[in-house]
């Protein structure tokens, strides 16, 4: 991951967040994603796959999707109130259920909800760069 120089203490909260994320879905930590998802939350792929917080979690858990490889660059966030925009790109290596390899190279736009539970993932949408 990119190193991003934080401008105040709520903006590296948000991004010690992500970074939890990232790494909770490369450890298939699905404990860590359970924390980090907010009940509500909507997960939109590139190809136009709509996740919710379940059926992302079970993604995981059954290793349908195995992320050996993901990086987020050129990382931007915005604080507005209770709500963190967060925009990157992502590159990875990604096996997927049928033993292919996704390499995506995308931009990605996650909003985070500050709740009494701390940062959780509300939206996520990715696009093909």
Do not use: C
Request: charged content about 25%; cysteine-free; aromatic content about 6%.
């Amino acid at each position: 991951m990119t190193v991003v120089l934080a401008q105040s203490k709520t903006e590296k909260e948000v991004l010690d967040t992500v970074e939890s994320w990232r790494k909770a879905v490369l450890a298939q930590d699905v404990k860590t994603l359970d924390k980090v998802f907010a009940p509500e939350m909507t997960y939109g792929h590139s190809n136009g796959h709509i996740d919710t917080k379940d059926t992302f979690i079970n993604t995981i858990q059954n290793k349908k999707e195995v992320y050996n490889e993901l990086n987020l660059d050129d990382m931007n966030v915005r604080i507005v109130g209770n709500t963190a925009l967060v925009r990157h790109k992502m590159t990875g290596n990604v096996r997927l259920e049928d033993g292919s390899i996704n390499k995506p190279n995308l931009g990605v736009l996650q909003v985070w909800s500050k709740t009494g539970k701390g940062w959780q993932l509300l939206a996520r949408q990715a696009f093909k760069l």
